[in-house]
């Protein structure tokens, strides 16, 4: 299973899951036993409705308005974290477009999913490619280094640990740290 969590909104700080629809349209010919699970938040009901006939023949659950638990059971659960914030968009124009810092993406490595999320914004920090995961820059990208990675479990158990050993790096305990070494 691959899982995207974020906010299902249109506006400043999409999240893009039209992007992962998208991506895993053309990844099901592939890989025609897996299937995604997008989960957020969500106050836009035309929104929902888009996605949900969007996917309506395709093994794409949307759950909107998840509980803590039901995103902790979904990341434990999920092989694969996808992400699209910032996708198509210059950095460089709109900073405040990406994806400012992940806490979603360290939250899919510390349960052990594998994170593959946009080559932009605070994903760069987070995720070391090609050791706690994988950064992409088109879907083509995202759909290769998908299935590259379903297809090689030992390669996949192997980055799933080192995204959860990284995670630890953005602990609160380790920002106190360095934190209080700063003044």
């Known amino acids: ?19 992962l629809i998208k ?11 897996w299937r995604l699970v997008l989960a957020g938040g969500s106050k836009d009901r035309d929104l929902l409705k888009n996605y949900r006939d969007l996917v309506q023949k395709l093994p794409i659950k ?11 059971e979904l990341l434990g659960s999920a092989k694969i974290f ?3 914030t910032g996708f198509g968009v210059s950095s ?23 994170p593959l ?10 995720v070391v490619p090609g050791q706690s995961g994988y950064l992409w820059n088109s879907i083509n990208q995202l759909v ?24 630890r790096l953005f602990s609160a305990q380790v920002f106190n740290s360095q934190f ?4």
Do not use: C, Y
Request: proline content about 4%.
């Open 62 to 72: 949307i759950i909107s308005n998840p509980s803590l638990e039901k995103i902790r």
């Open 1 to 19: 299973m691959i899982v995207g969590i974020g906010r299902l909104a249109h506006g400043l700080h999409s999240k893009r899951q039209d992007i």
């Open 144 to 167: 290769k280094d998908t299935v590259s990675l379903s297809k090689d479990e030992q390669r996949l158990q192997r980055i799933a640990k080192q995204a959860q050993e990284r995670s």
């Open 180 to 183: 209080s070494k700063l003044i």
């Open 23 to 33: 991506a895993f349209s053309q990844l099901l010919p592939l890989l025609p036993d």
């Open 92 to 114: 460089a124009a709109h900073p405040e477009r990406m994806e400012h810092f992940g806490i979603t993406t360290v939250e899919a490595m510390a349960a052990g999913t594998v």
């Open 117 to 126: 999320v946009t080559n932009s914004g605070g994903h760069l920090e987070t």
């Open 82 to 84: 996808w992400s699209a």
